[in-house]
């Protein structure tokens, strides 16, 4: 039976390209309908675009498959954004009022307008995130009503290489593919795997992905910092697989014998592991090789994370991702921070069904495509596919047009939604407009004030003065008579 109301989400990886479709439950819960996932490491590098012909190619291969299997099509998507160039960075916009001013609502969207208008070197602001407000001296998250004489905003900027945002929108414009929503990818993990005293307290979510990892730091209920580090798992297995052997047989020999700690006491130094029927590798060798590569990624992953919140995070760290599933990488971790607090999160918080042995596995692969899922709150579904008919074929049935939100203001941007390029142009456009009205303001205040200047130079000049006088003087004659 064709699904009539379903959600759609695809995550770009590094390795895998995912694309999930799901029914929301009226309990919140989601029930998985179809899950498609292809090999990307050709076109995709670092979570980054790099061939759009093939990222379209295979955007278009997920889409066909899960329309096969939904046996309706499918109007639009909602996207991951993620990726090597993403980075986080503070800003701060102020302004001065008169005396016993008192805030309100514009005035917080025009320093959130400023922060969104600020232009950073061949870097693209995919979202702001508010941090607080100092109204004179003290700090408040919600400043509206209250008098003060300076208003300071706040803001965590995420920011993305213009090139590679670019790409993914092309991806999915020569693929023909509409796109409902994009988000940060991290900020829907963290909202999917962090609990609300996670975040309260203060905690590190640490995503270990095939080609990178991604360390958001929150306190407070707040993103205050995120970065991704191009380092991850495949990284560990290219370096076993400098031991003479393939890529294949190094990815096999780190699932079985890999290790993130193990007590130098416990290494036998007799001990060999099999590389296939033929050869063998030292024990302490390969533990070296592993153990050494995932601590250059512990110990970028701590000094991503800003040295205030050392000491707050009484949350502890949270890891996920495929490559948190290696025995003992709690300890790895433990050893290195010093933070003893350390939970592995191997599946999101929703309440999720599905028969699919990729998502049942529960070993935190899934969970950033199920955040996205999660986040989706349009309906994804077109017309029914005609059985009968072909479904790729020019016969095929034309799709609904797809649903549309209204324009959003800028308070009511969620967190973690990343403009598309359209919005982009349409705030772009409003701002040259307000900037162009703020002009003309400004010439035709400075011309009424030459104006008035002029008008005062001619009346305090001596000419005017003296004919003011004669003036004045035959007035007075005249009345005299």
Known sequence: MAAKDFIVAIELGSSKMTGIAGKKNLDG?????????????S??????????????????NIIQKLT???????????????????????????????????VTQNMVIELMDANRNMKYPDQEI?????????????????????????????????????????????????????????????????????????KRSGCALIDIGADTTTVSVYSKNLLRHLAVIPLGSNNITKDIASMQMEESDAEKMKLKYGNAYTDNNEIDNNLKYSIDSERQIESRKFI??????????????????????????????????????????EKAFQNYTHIDKIRIAKFVTQTITASNPEITAKNGTMNTVLGLLAKGDINCAGSEINPNGDLFGSHAPAAASPEQRPPRQATETPAGVVRTTEEIKRAEEEARRKKEEEERIAREEEEAERLRLAEERKKNSLWNKALTGIKKFGKTIIEDE
């Open 126 to 198: 995919l979202d702001a995130a508010v941090q607080e407000y100092r109204v004179d001296s003290q700090l408040q998250l919600d400043p509206v009503g209250i008098q003060c004489t300076r208003l300071e905003g706040n803001f965590l900027n995420i920011l993305e290489r213009k090139s590679f945002y670019k790409n993914l929108n092309k991806c999915f414009e020569a693929a023909g593919i509409n796109v409902a929503e994009m988000y940060l990818a991290p900020l829907a993990l963290a909202d999917s795997v962090l609990t609300e005293a996670e």
């Open 29 to 41: 819960s989601i029930q998985v309908l179809a899950v498609v996932r292809e090999e990307s490491s």
């Open 288 to 329: 070296e090789i592993v153990e050494g590569r995932l601590e250059e990624i512990i110990v970028n992953v701590w000094y991503q994370i800003p040295s205030e919140y050392y000491d707050t995070l009484l949350g502890g760290l949270v890891l996920t991702g495929g490559g948190s599933n290696m025995k003992n990488i």
């Open 43 to 60: 076109f995709i590098r670092k979570g980054v675009v790099y061939n759009i012909d093939k990222t379209a190619l295979c955007l278009t």
């Open 68 to 102: 096969a299997q939904l046996k309706t099509e499918i109007t639009q998507v909602y996207v991951g954004v993620g990726g090597q160039s993403i980075r986080s960075i503070r800003n701060v916009i102020s302004k001065d009022l008169p005396a016993e001013t008192k």
